[in-house]
Structures are given as structure tokens and as C-alpha cells.
């Protein structure tokens, strides 16, 4: 499964690389990295014919995380992209808006990462 993490944290990458470190090996999950809106939107064309997961954080600089989730929507190819949405802020506003926008999923960081690969694996049946 092809997962696209989108945050401009530069840092996540290695977070996410260590500790799936054991299923990129096996090659059951295999990450790409946006730390920007635009450059997100730029990688999904990518993706066109391939199932996705996109994990997004909500504030970025440029386009924000629920921008970046609107435009997936409206460009999603059959089947759409999974979104789950990413926030260090865990209120009412944000959820709202990320789920009127079509999002999948909510988390809020820190990351609890025994919850996401539980979730990505409900995906991969």
C-alpha cells in the first residue's frame, strides 16, 4: 500500500520510517513524503490507478491541510484516496470542518502509532 504523508515537519519522515520500519522492509507499505500542500497535490497524480492512504496534518503554511483535503476530493479518482487527517489541535472546529470536507479519519498528535497501523490495517483487507 502506497501512503503519502503530507507535513512540513521535515522530521516526520524519519518518525514514520522508524517506526514502520519492519513493514517497508517487507514492503507490505511504502511511504512518500509532501511538506507542502502543493507538493502533495503534485505526488497524488502520481497515484492515479493505486489505492492511497493520504495522512495529512491540518496547519501548514501555503495550503492548509483542509484545503489540500478539499482539492482531493474534488479531483478523487474511483476510488478515492483514504484521508485521515492530522492535527497537534484536537478541537471541535477543525474536526468539523475535515469531516464536511470528506475526510476519512482524525487524528491528533503526538501520533499514537499502535492506532494508525491498527487503522491501516483495516484498509489493507
Given at each position: 500500500?502506497?501512503?503519502l ?43 492515479t ?6 495522512l ?70
Amino acid at each position: 500500500m502506497n501512503i503519502l504523508v503530507v507535513d512540513d515537519e521535515r522530521d516526520i519522515q524519519m518518525l514514520f520510517e522508524q517506526r514502520f520500519r519492519k513493514e517497508i522492509r517487507a514492503k507490505v507499505l511504502k511511504f512518500e513524503f509532501a511538506f507542502s500542500g502543493e507538493d502533495a497535490l503534485n505526488r497524488i497524480e502520481k497515484y492515479t490507478h493505486e489505492a492511497v492512504l493520504i495522512l495529512s496534518d491540518i496547519n501548514m503554511p501555503g495550503m492548509s491541510g483542509l484545503e489540500l483535503l478539499g482539492k482531493i476530493k474534488q479531483k478523487a479518482h474511483k476510488p478515492p484516496p483514504v484521508v485521515m487527517m492530522i492535527t497537534a489541535y484536537g478541537d471541535e472546529e477543525n474536526f468539523k470542518q475535515a469531516m464536511e470536507l470528506g475526510a476519512d479519519d482524525f487524528l491528533t498528535k503526538p501520533v499514537d502509532f499502535a492506532i494508525l497501523k491498527e487503522k491501516i490495517k483495516t484498509l489493507e483487507v
